[in-house]
């Protein structure tokens, strides 16, 4: 998404048109992004994020926010973790905090191998 | 010496662009380490308990009570400087300037709007997210804008506050507070 992001901010003003019916989005959205480098809604990261140090390493790729549920409600310690992940993305990039805030923690949620994944457990292919 | 911008929630990242185009270097404050090395605070907008709740975790609320240096609040920041906030109060607000406030006072998100703020002699446009409203004015605060009868920008001492979001319009003549100490050392 940040390369996208880099590559509409990167191409001349006269492709932005062409771009915008590429995308398929408002070409005044698309000149925005342009101009400002960024997207006018904070980037979300949201999926799979399991523990502490997953949110951290969201923020540290360029996320401006995580959304964290399965992680949190599935894990063994919710409220433990809970907390350990706000302190993880609040302080992402202070190795001493992310190593506490991961200190002591039960089993996080269990994890799913995507290649084994069913056809029918593919969230991603409903609807389609 | 770098002007602090309390970074653990919120709208921090608009703060930063406003400073960097003014030339100005910046801190992200999380912890009392780096707010020690500013003479100058900014507290921005964003989710005022959420913004509380981690100043506490990260050891900064008694910090940033005990702050000597100029500071400038937008939003959310204006809520936890003032002394009383209406209603339920879902933390103790750090009393650092004489005012009450009530919180999403022009309504919800969707009630959001951007509307001409009147400065001394000047008008400029503020952008009011949520904006709480300065419900009172104690002794010695000094009204520096208004929208309608509202005061929406205020000052005691050296600590100044708005309830919109000037960072969001290019506010670049809100920051000489917090900016010009800069320069007298």
Known sequence: MRREIAVVAGIGREELMVEAKRLQVPYEDLLRVHEEKTLPVPIFSAGGVATPADAALMMQLGAEAVFVGSGIFRSEDPEARAKAVVQAVTHFEDREVLLRVSTGLRKPMPSLDVRKLEKEDCFALRGN | ?185
């Open chain 2, 1 to 185: 010496m770098p002007v602090g911008i309390l970074a653990v929630q919120g709208g921090f990242a608009a703060h930063v662009k406003c400073l960097q185009a003014l030339g100005q270097e910046t801190v992200l404050v999380k912890t009392p380490w780096d707010l020690a090395r500013c003479k100058s605070l900014i507290l921005p907008g964003g989710e005022s308990t959420a913004i509380y709740h981690l100043m506490q975790t990260s050891g900064l609320t008694q910090r940033v009570r005990d702050f000597k240096g100029p500071i400038l609040a937008t939003c959310a920041g204006t809520i936890l400087l003032s002394c009383h906030v209406e209603g339920t109060q879902p933390f103790t607000p750090l009393g650092r300037i004489d005012i009450s406030v009530r919180r999403n006072a022009y309504g919800r998100q969707l009630q959001s709007f951007v509307g001409d703020v009147e400065l001394a002699g000047d008008k400029c446009k503020g952008v009011f997210i949520r904006a709480p409203k300065i419900i009172r004015l104690g002794f010695g605060v000094e009204v520096l804008g208004r929208f309608g009868v509202d005061p929406v920008f205020v000052r005691q001492k050296n600590i100044s506050v708005a309830t919109f979001h000037p960072e969001l319009v290019d506010g670049h003549s809100f920051y000489s507070g917090v900016i010009e100490t800069q320069t007298a050392t």
